[in-house]
C-alpha cells in the first residue's frame, strides 16, 4: 500500500550555522514506519528530485560516505502530540535544490520512505 503525504519544507537559522532545512514527519508516517524520537536515520540521494530516508542498522565502514547519518527530532508543545522532524543535510538540499517554503512529499511503499520534490 503506497501512501503519499504533501508537506512543506521549513527552515531555521542557528547562531553562526547556515540555515538548515527540515521536514516534519506525519504521526500516520511515524506509525507506519515504527520510527521513534532519537532513532538514527539516514539519507541518500536518488535521483535529482528524491531523497531516501531510512532508519540505521549497522555502523557504516569509513569508505561509506555518501549517505548522511542523524537522529530524528522532537518538538513537544503543551496540549499537543509530539512532532518528529527531521533535518536535510545542506548538501543534498542543494543537490536537488530544495528550498525553504517548498512543497514536497513524503512516499512510503512498506519499505522505503522517499521525500519527493513536486517540482
Do not use: C
Not at 503525504?5 to 521549513?10: A, F, G
Not at 539519507?43 to 548522511?68: N, T
Amino acid at each position: 500500500m503506497k501512501t503519499s503525504l504533501p508537506l512543506k519544507v521549513q527552515s531555521i537559522k542557528s547562531k553562526g550555522q547556515k540555515q538548515r532545512p527540515y521536514v516534519y514527519l506525519s504521526a500516520e508516517l511515524v506509525e507506519k514506519t515504527g520510527l521513534k524520537q532519537k532513532d538514527l536515520v539516514e539519507w541518500e540521494l536518488i535521483g535529482r528530485r528524491k531523497l531516501r530516508l531510512d532508519r540505521v542498522l549497522r555502523k557504516k565502514k569509513r569508505s561509506d560516505h555518501q549517505a548522511y547519518p542523524l537522529k530524528l527530532q522532537a518538538i513537544k508543545s503543551k496540549g499537543q502530540k509530539t512532532r518528529l522532524y527531521v533535518y536535510v543535510p545542506v548538501p543534498l538540499a542543494a543537490a536537488i535544490r530544495l528550498r525553504h517554503g517548498e512543497p514536497v512529499r513524503w512516499e512510503y511503499d512498506g519499505s522505503a520512505l522517499l521525500m519527493i520534490r513536486n517540482a
